[in-house]
């Protein structure tokens, strides 16, 4: 925010508690709030004067304003989980269709014979790195899935077999 808009939420927090207030405190508001959104701070004001007797400290002038940020945000529906590696699909989707590392991991898993029970390189983060299979290994094991017709289970996440 600018420092005029600091100066116009500084002296509304003032007005509306009687404008007792230290200099000092008033200019370390008007410093301290160009770092701030200009609207949520308006806001947090606003909230604020309604049960502020007297000036607030910075302290609770910024647990309001966290109120109001928070508030902001999107809930969710509205919400968006940032995408990952591997996690658009085709038409750049989120949850359209399975990426084709599930399917192979699938068939893999539970109709190959013998099964894998390594895990994929995509996975990698997120287990042992000593049951990690290689990217060459997971290469040829998509190959034998192609040659094997590309099969897709009804659910390439089964709960229980």
């Known amino acids: ?10 002296m509304l927090i003032r007005a509306a508690t009687g404008g007792r207030a230290d200099e000092n405190t008033v200019n370390y508001f ?8 200009y609207d949520l701070a308006l806001a947090a004001a606003s909230v604020g004067t309604i049960t502020w007797r007297w000036f607030p400290s910075w302290a609770e002038f910024k647990e309001v ?14 919400r ?3 995408l990952q590696a591997g996690d658009e699909t085709q ?7 399975a990426p084709e ?18 895990m994929f390189p995509q996975q990698e983060g997120h287990c042992d790195p000593a049951h990690l299979m290689s990217t060459d290994d ?24």
């Open 65 to 78: 304003y966290r109120a109001q940020k928070r508030l902001a945000e999107p809930v969710g529906e509205q």
């Open 30 to 37: 008007a410093a301290a709030m160009q770092v701030l959104d």
């Open 91 to 97: 038409d750049g989707k989120r949850g359209v269709a």
């Open 1 to 10: 925010m600018t420092e005029a808009q600091a100066e116009e939420v500084v």
């Open 101 to 118: 590392w599930v399917w192979v991991w699938s068939w893999a898993r539970l109709d190959r014979s013998p099964t894998e029970s390594r």
């Open 138 to 161: 997971y290469e040829e094991l998509r190959k034998e899935w192609e040659e094997a017709g590309s099969p897709k289970s009804q659910n390439p996440l089964p709960m229980a077999r």
């Open 80 to 82: 968006q989980a940032p």
